[in-house]
DNA sequence: GTCTATACTGTGATAGAC
DNA sequence: GTCTATCACAGTATAGAC
């Protein structure tokens, strides 16, 4: 692996455990064993590195934000956890750089064009999160009102964009799984109360995978 | 007014508009037109201005927050407006300490004391928004499981808390009427779809009571 | 209480040898 | 490409005069 990648890499991994801010360039050589001036010597500073790791961010996030506008999910059965396994893929992404989240006013103050690209992807969530509403909306006997969707899909997107930090603060805990899976269960829940007659099935399905999925994960870290 | 006092203001006042992160000592001083030295005299330190910064915000939002628990809303007409002016002042006092909100995460790393009692104040949040929810529950015909209910509070503290994160990343403004009134509406049409038969008349409440809100601002602006 | 002057620290950044 | 050495600077903090 370049010297490149590897600041990269490594910074990432300090920037979402110990926090961008506190992370400075000498923090990130200090963990590499290389020193200040090789740093310099792939990057211009913590600007350019930052930048980086957004433009990789908003490449991955991007693309799968785009997919469900563009191929609405199967309309049969076993909707549900189709959705939950899409959203548990963007909160994935999102979590590998959960950094960006964390100190977001911070670094989108600094950064011109990470704001910019930012509220690109807000943009893209509102739309994604609007896409399977939609989807789960048509099928269902509720007369939910397009004012009423739109404001569905803003609290929707809100959450998605500040799950992490809440947990963070109500649990100061920094797991994947049970963060992520209790982040597709918010979300979707907040969908149940609109879907009328379905409502008690929809809740039924979401905490039967919800218990599913982490006795999924438990039992394979078990292996 | 004393300069210990004025350092109090100032401090408040630059953290909230231009980014605590970014705000100095010497800024502080500068904007005062005081020396460094002088403001060293008074405060050991920025840490020591944002420790009681965070106590007075502390004080102020704990009294307003365990307000409702003690005695709930009137349980008569009117009851919408009521709470509308209970979450107005909530989020109106937020507003007043919202750098603490958009630098979170790293306030609450570096101030061991604030961490603590910030999670106190959002299980204070909590709280109210639980009695809010349930005095309103109770009242109709509806039949929201304890486990609905939770997960809704939730979901409103959520948005309670980040929702000058959210306002900010979107629109760019710093307006306090408007973002507070919305904030408002976004919190109360949550609990809507859990109304059943009174949903409509409580969303037709909602919206003439925010419409009514802002022209009073705009109308007071214009004397 | 308030000032000026100064010292200390950590971080960002560069030059030049290897 | 990588290193050592060093600089520049901002932000924090203190000493001592007024």
Redesign the interface.
């Known amino acids: 692996m370049k010297t490149r990648d590897r600041i990269l890499v490594t910074s990432l991994e300090l920037f979402n455990t110990e926090?961008e801010?506190?992370t400075t360039t000498l923090d990130i050589a200090n963990v590499m064993d290389i020193s200040p001036g090789n740093l310099y010597y792939h990057f211009k500073g913590k600007e350019q590195i930052i930048t980086e790791l957004f433009e990789q961010y908003e490449t991955a996030l991007g693309g799968t934000l785009t997919a469900p506008l563009e191929q609405p999910l199967s309309e049969s059965r076993g909707q549900v956890e189709d959705n939950w396994y899409y959203l548990y893929v963007v909160l994935e992404e999102m979590f590998q750089y959960r950094f960006l989240y964390?100190?977001?006013?911070?670094i989108?103050?600094r950064y011109e064009g990470v704001r910019k690209g930012?509220?690109r992807l807000?943009q893209l969530k509102r739309a994604a999160l609007y896409a399977i509403c939609q989807t789960l909306l048509e099928q269902s006997v509720i007369s939910a009102r397009e004012q009423?969707l739109v404001?569905l899909v803003?609290?929707m997107?809100?959450?998605l964009?500040?799950?992490f930090?809440?947990e963070?603060?109500?649990h100061d805990r920094d797991q994947q799984q049970v963060t992520i899976h209790q982040g597709v269960l918010?979300l979707l829940?907040?969908i149940?109360?609109?879907l009328g007659d379905e409502q008690l099935a929809f809740?039924r399905d979401c905490e039967s995978i919800y218990k599913r999925m982490l006795d999924d994960e438990t039992g394979r870290e078990h292996c």
Chains 1, 2 share one sequence.
């Open positions: 926090g801010a506190t964390y100190n977001l006013d911070n989108l103050q930012f509220q807000l009423q404001g803003d609290n997107t809100l959450t964009t500040f799950w930090n809440y963070k603060l109500l918010q829940t907040m149940a109360p609109y809740y």
